[in-house]
């Protein structure tokens, strides 16, 4: 119709001018109606104006058939966050972890977000306090990763944030990590010690747990209960209800004093090696160390959460940090950990990508290669 409507005006105005004019406005009018056409034979079913509705028309949003499969980004064996993701999702079950041979694997949350956001079929997954303005957050079962949703249960996937800490045998002299020189000019090995003692203490203080809540965390005591976990050999400062805040930061901060000393009597290199989840909230947390402690530099190394933990039994650094509980093992080769605050774990697409939520049962099938592309899935709102 749009066709002949189109040849019909053409006749009308070769009438009305010369045949030179009319030669040339029916060529221009019949390109017109040829494109036309061709534009409404573009707009049926999953056309370029069609509607899309959910994933199950991901294929007429996408350009090359590498943005309909699902590339699986996933972290590496030693990191916390992908021990508690693998966990909660059935997909490490006896001990063996069946995350997808295709599975791209990175090193760190960087990596992760970086990944997922120049690839359009991606799919990973990071700490839900990671800076997330390239990618789409995900629902998983229809809840978002927020405090809220992390503390009462809601949401279904969380890490929980752990500083780990050998005991150190205060009279030997030739300790590996005053080898390596990690101890300032003028500073000793109990300094050290003494002030990572200084900073698990401050962390778990109500001081350093009001800085977890502002940073957006769940804290420790909340994560507690709603786990039911109990603390790794590390106790719980108790405080009497009568008293304020104010005071009862002042009563932890004159007990750990009392104990301890004062962690700013000298210059001291305290190092915290491990989760690259846990270093944005390590780096805040050390920063307001700092203010207390302006002897202390504190120093962020990212480096998983297996390696912190190994980087603590070698003497490489006073204090580890880990997305995930001590095995046995490592218990019982002498560290100790304390449980800080809880995370949830975001699970992210590409920004082109419209899907909105997703189920766990899917979300298992996807990180065991079960699913492989995305207009597999039924995109639930």
């Not at 009563?251 to 001291?268: F, I, L, M, R, S």
Request: proline residues 3%; contains cysteine.
């Amino acid at each position: 119709m749009i066709l002949w409507s189109n040849f019909a005006w053409a006749r009308i105005c070769c009438n009305m001018w010369s045949w030179k004019r009319k030669r040339n406005l029916g060529c221009l009018l019949l390109a017109g109606s040829l494109c036309a056409l061709w534009l409404c034979g573009g707009a049926g079913n999953d056309g370029v104006f069609g509607k899309v509705h959910g994933i199950g028309n991901y294929r007429s949003q996408s350009h090359s058939d590498d943005a309909r499969v699902i590339t699986v980004i996933s972290r590496e064996d030693g990191s916390g966050t992908r021990a508690a993701f693998v966990s909660q999702l059935g997909i490490r079950r006896g001990g063996y972890d069946r995350t997808t041979a295709a599975a791209e694997v990175t090193q760190s949350t960087a990596v992760v977000l970086m990944s997922v956001a120049q690839n359009r079929g991606a799919i990973g997954y990071v700490s839900a306090m990671a800076p997330r303005e390239r990618v789409r957050t995900v629902r998983v079962n229809g809840a978002l990763p927020s405090a809220a949703a992390v503390r009462d249960g809601s949401y279904p996937l969380r890490q929980e944030f752990y500083l780990v800490m050998k005991g150190l045998d205060l009279q030997r002299s030739g300790d590996a990590g005053a080898a390596r020189g990690d101890l300032p000019n003028g500073s000793t090995l109990q300094d050290t010690e003494r002030a990572a003692r200084e900073f698990v203490a401050f962390a778990s203080s109500l001081r350093g747990q009001a800085i977890i809540a502002q940073a957006g965390y769940v804290p420790m005591k909340a994560a507690l209960q709603s786990t039911g976990e109990r603390l790794q050999s590390v106790p719980v400062t108790e405080h009497r209800g009568g008293l304020s805040m104010r005071e009862r930061q002042n009563t932890e901060a004159a007990a750990v004093a009392q104990e301890h000393g004062n962690a700013a009597g000298k210059p001291v290199r305290l190092v915290l090696a491990g989760s690259t989840a846990m270093a944005p909230l390590m780096q805040t947390l050390g920063e307001a160390f700092q203010t207390l402690h302006p002897q202390v530099t504190v120093e962020i190394q990212q480096t998983g959460s297996a390696a912190g933990i190994t980087a603590v039994l070698a003497g490489a650094c006073r204090i580890g940090m880990s997305s995930r509980a001590l095995t046995e093992t490592e218990l019982a080769a002498g560290v100790h950990a304390e449980c800080i605050a809880a995370d949830g774990i975001a699970v992210i697409v590409n920004r082109q990508n419209p899907i909105r939520n997703i189920r766990t049962e899917t979300l298992r099938r996807i990180y065991i290669g079960e699913i492989e592309r995305w207009e597999n899935i039924k995109n639930t709102h």
